[in-house]
């Protein structure tokens, strides 16, 4: 039985793109220091 190519996987998804994966980046940290209101963008 073949399957799709799009599985959804919801943690998976999160882990890639979620917010603990933009915490990682220096992107984020300016934001922090700078004192936005949002960090992230929705």
């Known amino acids: 039985m073949k399957i ?3 599985q959804p996987n ?3 998804k999160a882990k890639k ?3 603990f ?3 990682e980046t ?4 300016n ?4 004192g936005r ?3 992230i963008t929705k």
């Open 10 to 12: 919801k943690r998976k």
């Open 17 to 19: 793109h979620g917010f």
């Open 21 to 23: 994966a933009r915490k």
């Open 4 to 6: 799709g190519t799009y």
């Open 31 to 34: 934001r922090r220091k700078k």
């Open 26 to 29: 220096k992107i984020l940290k």
């Open 37 to 39: 209101k949002n960090l």
